[in-house]
């Protein structure tokens, strides 16, 4: 089982990765674009041994206690199997 | 229209970033992980006038020219209205 965890900026952080991203595709001829914002993942391999209700509370942790910077970002994540 | 751009390493490719996090979160106690790694998205707000086949197109492009190392990289994308 896999877990991804992304983490990006919240809405109210300025990105200036992001907009950086958004003026280099504009000057290079990309046209309908309105905003960039950039974020990361992480790709979990878990146990099999993991039941789901665990896998999650796990991922949720991880995500909320390592990954992820409560000041300036927002985490979401999601499984596949 | 919200186009996610998806970037990690290819599985070939050795992800020195995500095996410090496994290791740090193996000390920190967290049981049942088999491996981590890392990538980066690309959250791109894409003008309301372009079509769907337009949007794929363009966000095809600058996935591939733009936001991927073809060397070391690989990409996925996604829509959201």
Chains 1, 2 share one sequence.
Do not use: C, H, W
């Not at 790709?43 to 910077?69: G, H, Y």
Request: hydrophobic share 40%; charged share 30%; aromatic share 12%.
């Amino acid at each position: 089982m896999k877990a991804y965890v992304y983490v990006s900026l919240k809405k109210s952080v300025l990105d200036p990765q992001g907009k950086t991203i958004y003026g280099a595709l504009n000057k290079m001829g990309f046209k309908g674009l309105e905003a960039v914002r950039q974020g990361k993942f992480f790709e979990i391999t878990l146990d099999r041994d993991l039941t789901k209700p665990e896998a999650q509370a796990e991922v949720e942790r991880i995500a909320r206690e390592v990954l992820t910077n409560p000041v300036i970002e927002e985490y979401r994540f999601s499984f596949e199997d």
